[in-house]
């Protein structure tokens, strides 16, 4: 994430959608490359709650800030071969841009970057 801040627009799958929807004020994220690099490489926090998509109001978005590159990146491959990273649902539902991750899974996320 090249900005500091930015409106994560463009959320138009109803899953997603409701879990965009549940992100609060200062909310971790996990950045995921999915096009190049296929890794997890930083981490973010959630500025602002939801709000009408400025690209299509009839969809939410909210603000995120970035707060730092992870230390190296979580490449898929070692994500999909993790005993406890391996029922993340970018596994199980890959077309999936926005989805839980539970404290367990955020530990060791961290635990490998």
């Known amino acids: 994430m090249k900005e500091k801040l930015t409106a994560w627009t463009g959320i138009r799958n109803y899953q997603a959608r409701n ?3 549940a992100m609060r004020k200062s909310d971790l994220v996990f950045f ?8 997890i490489v930083g981490l973010a926090e959630v500025a602002r709650e ?6 299509d109001p009839l969809w939410d978005c909210v603000d995120l800030k970035a707060l730092r590159p992870l230390a190296r990146p979580l490449e898929l491959s070692i994500i999909k071969t993790d005993p406890i990273l391996r029922t993340l649902p970018l596994i199980t539902q890959p077309r999936l841009s926005i989805m839980p991750v539970t404290p367990k899974q955020a530990q060791r996320i961290l635990q490998l970057t």
């Open 19 to 21: 879990y965009l929807r």
């Open 32 to 39: 995921y490359h999915s096009n190049v690099g296929k890794a």
């Open 50 to 55: 939801r709000y009408p998509d400025p690209t």
